[in-house]
Structure formats: structure tokens, C-alpha cells
């Protein structure tokens, strides 16, 4: 198993966020995270980044136990995410958004990037050469010069999802890669992420309401329900469930 | 791409190869009090990048510039005037001994200069960044205000509010107008790196800057200290440019009109730092008359001093409210000579 999440609550004041759960996911699985609005899901995300530590309960990623790391030195450890709001950076064009993700993967030093070292300008080449090809798996390297911000929704979903890439990473956390998406994006974007996994070697946790889109791209969901696993299976199984069939209609009744 | 890298490297050079002429040229054909106003530009143009590194590209507000101006400033001072104008000076109290062994060339003072001003950055950095939230504007606020107090409370090295006098007159065209080059390519070139880049990210999303691995205590800290060592310099050239300083000079207000100069230019964009340095001191030079007694229409008002700085004032609210990017935006001058061209569809 590549991350075990055991016992994990989170309290907000008094409100219980995530209440006592645990899953588990395998090596290159692609595990999917539904549940009606307001389960807990991004919050387990921000758990597994480090974004908020667990009132009780632990993160193991590889063995290793994250609680108390810093969410930079996370990403580090192989774990990247996006964001369930799109937050590319505003003022920067799209190739230097996936250069950001090389941040911390670039060997050079301050003074030889103000004096401009031969290594200065290798390592840089070696960056945006790499951001190109992450661009171009997405088919996004023709926008690489425009700014982020200018592109259309679905764009930037992938534009996200490239940036996460850039940091080399074994797990990847999707928050809603498909929202705001059509139908026929949509069904694009899952056979992108199925690509992607073989050819980046990745492990993918998805956070998705579009149970379709679930259907289609995960082996396997966890389903919440007010911070509670109510269920854990195939998908196929999960629609059929009568407790997940419950959940859903109160998330309608309520909307 | 390797055809756009060139072409920016064209124009880099050309700049710097043009400056230098105008420099040289400057030097030698205009009247002292020109030069005297291009050496202020020069040493403000050095003050006005560094301050819009954190200040603009970081998206950090700071206060910090006439704190470590004035820390520049007094080391510059203390290490250029010579033992003998020292041991006359000093009418408040008796200098301490080390006072008066202080002694170096102008290179040195400056370097000294610039690295206690990042020093003291480097300090102030712990408390501040560690912690997410604004409080760099009132840390260096009250920092700049500390500085004053201390150079008016311990005249045995500052010599009080008398300040300081006889500092040997270094600084000239060749000096300043040097020194803003070194300023503006380090600094660009820190910009066009992988530090500029999470700088910037540190000011579009900051959440989503440690999502990607960045550390951003280590890009704040990197900015304010770098813009800390260029304030320390260039407080160093203008002591060494007005020959005497004191207290009132490093006050908030200097601060102010360095934050006019970077808001006009447009935040974030170093190009727009030069261009609102040139705007505001050569139209601080231009608006002398406001302060002078004026004859409106057969009407006689009298010396208004200070009327110079009501006009930025309303300046900076107009751009505040109407204009926010200033004149470049975040754009450089290299992105004006980018082709227009859109992606691919
Ligand atoms: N920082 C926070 N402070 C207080 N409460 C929070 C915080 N973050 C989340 N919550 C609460 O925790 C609960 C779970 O929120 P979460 O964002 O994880 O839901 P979600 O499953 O991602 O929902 P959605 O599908 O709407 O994105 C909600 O009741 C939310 O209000
Ligand atoms: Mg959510």
C-alpha cells in the first residue's frame, strides 16, 4: 500500500470534519473520493498535504509516518495536488506555472543565477525543456506563452494538472479535475488521467462528483457522508448501494 | 525561442552599452546642477528596484527602505570621514574610541554597508515570515522609526541630531549611474530565475506556491534581504553624494516617495521602478515652484513648503483608485518587443 490513512478525525471547533476513518490505497490504483457536499473531502486532501494536521489518527505515505511535516516538505516526499478552485498563478504565463513545480527538483544556487553560471543556464534549459513535454502531453504547449489566467476552464484544469506533474510525483491528488467541464471534456480528460498513470507512474487519489466520470476512471471508491465512510468498493457497486443512494438524495433534497 | 533569447540579450546590452555612454557623456557635458539631479536619479533607481522586489514582484508590503537607507548611510559615514574632521564634529558628546579608528576606502563602505543592512533584514525575516499575515508593513514601520531614534539617542556615534558632516564627496555620475546597472541586472536576473519565479508565485497564490514545493520563508527572506543590501548601498552613495546626514532624513517620508515612485511605475515590474523614478524626481525638480512663493494672477501666496509632496500625494490616491498597474503593469520593457502572437487554436 502507497498511503494508509488510519483513524483519522478532524475537528473544526466542534464540528467533526472527518470522523475516525480509514482506506487505504494501492500502488498505481486509481481510488476514487465522492460523497455529497460538505463530507470532508477536500479536507482529507488538506490532511494528506499537510495544509491540516489531524486531530488524532495518522498519514503513512510509504512507511513513513507525514504527521507534523510541512506541506512543502510533502510535496517533496512525492505527494502533489490540485485544487478544487483553480489556483494557477495569476500574473505568470502557463510554462512558467509548470516551472514552478521544478522549484525545489533545480540545482542552482543564488549568487550563480545573479551571475548567470553555466549551470545557471543548463539547469534551466533542462526545466522548460521538461515543462514543454509535460505541456505537450496535455496539449497545452501552444499556450505555454500566454498567461494562465486567459485560457478557458478546461484549459486550465490541465494546466493545473501539469503543474502538479512537474513535481515528480508518485501520488497525485485530483480535487475535481472535471468540474466546470462538458460532457465530451469530460470524457477526455478520464482517458487522459488513465494515460497518464501509466506513462508518469502514478498513483491517483480523485475527489469527483460525476459519479460517470468516477465510473469510468477509478477502480475503486471510499464514500463520505458527514466526515463517515459509508461505503468502500467497486464503483458499480457503490451506485447500487441504498446507504451511498441515501446520502445522495438528502445532498439533493438539500440543494 | 533561441531567436527571442538573442533578441533579449540584444537588447539588454544595448541598454547597458547606452547607459554607460549617457553616463560618460552626462559626466562630461552637463552643468553640476544636472548631474547633481542624475546622480539623485541614479541612487533612487537603485532604492526603487529593490524596494519593488519585495514590495512588488514578492507582493510583501513593506515599510523598510529609510531604515536601512539610513543604516547604509551612517556606515558609509562613519568609515569615509577622516579622524581629523571626526574629532572636530562631535558637539554633543565625546565620540566613543572606535568611532575614531573606523576607517576604509568607498568600496568597502559600501559592501559593509549593504551586508549589516541584509544583516539586520536577515534578523528581522525569523519573526516575520515565520508567521503567515501583514506584519511586515508595521515590523518595518516601527524599524525605520527605532533607527531614527537610536541615531538621535546616541550621539557618541551619530553625533545626534546634528548628524554627521565633512563625508568625503565619493559618490559621482560614474559611481551611481555603475551601481544602478549592477542593481537592475542582479536584480532582473534574480527575477528571470527560479527565485523571482516563486517570489511571484509567493505574491499570485501563496497556498498554492507551498503546494508545489516551494519554500516560501526562504523566497520571502531572499527578497527582503536582497532589497535590504541594495537600500544599504545606496544609503552609503548618498551620504557619500550630500556629504553630511542626519536623522531627518531617513524618515518615513523617504520611505513614502519611494512607494510613489514603484506604485506609478507599476508594482512588480523593475522597468516600471526606473520609469517612476525618472517621473517623480524629475518632476519633484520640475514642481520646485510649488513650494516658492507664487504670483497668481496679481494674487501673492506665500512659500508653501511640502506643496511638492500634496501633489504625489494625490498622485499615488489617483493611480490607487483609477490606474492600479501604473504605467508597465507587471510587464518589462523586454515584453513590449515580444511579437503579438496568440497560441495556437
Ligand atoms: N478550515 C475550516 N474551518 C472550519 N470548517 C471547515 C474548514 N474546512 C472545512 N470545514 C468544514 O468541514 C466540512 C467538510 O468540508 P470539505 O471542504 O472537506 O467538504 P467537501 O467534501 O470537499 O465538499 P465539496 O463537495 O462541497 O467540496 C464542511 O462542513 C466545512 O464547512
Ligand atoms: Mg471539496
Redesign the interface.
Known sequence: MILKIENVTKNFGGVSAIKETSFSVAPKEIFGLIGPNGAGKTTMFNII?G?YEPSSGSVIFRNEVLNGLK??HI??KGI??T?QNI??????SVL?NV??????Q?R?G?LE????FPR?LSE?KRIKTRSMEILDYFGMS?????KAVDLSYGQQRKVEIA??L??NPELLLLDEPAAGMNPSETEELGELIKKARVDFDLTVLVIEHDMKFVNQLCDKVLVLDYGKTIFEGKPADAIQDPEVIAAYLGDFHND | MQAMINKHFLIKVGMILGTVWFIWFANGHFDEYTVRILNNIAIFVILAVSYNLINGVTGQFSLEPNGFVAIGAYVTALLLISPDAKSYQYAIADPYPFVMTLQSNFVVALLLSGLLAMLLALVLSFPVFRVRGDYLAIVTLGFGFIIKILAINHPEVTNGSLGLNDIPEFSNLYWTGGLAIVAVVVILNIVNSKFGRAMKAVRDDEDAAIAMGVNTFKAKTLAFCTSAFFEGVGGGLLAALLTSISPDLFDFFFTFQLLIIIVLGGLGSTTGAIIGTVLVMGGSEWMRFLDEPMNLFGYETTAMPGMRMVVFSLVLIFIMLFAREGVMGKRELTDLFKSRKKGGK
Open positions: 498535504t495544509n506541506p512543502h510535496v517533496r502533489a495536488r485544487f489556483r494557477l498563478f495569476s500574473s505568470m512558467d516551472l514552478i513545480g521544478f522549484d525545489f533545480v542552482y543564488f543565477s545573479i551571475i548567470r545557471f534551466e501552444a499556450f505555454a506563452h500566454e503543474r502538479a512537474a513535481t
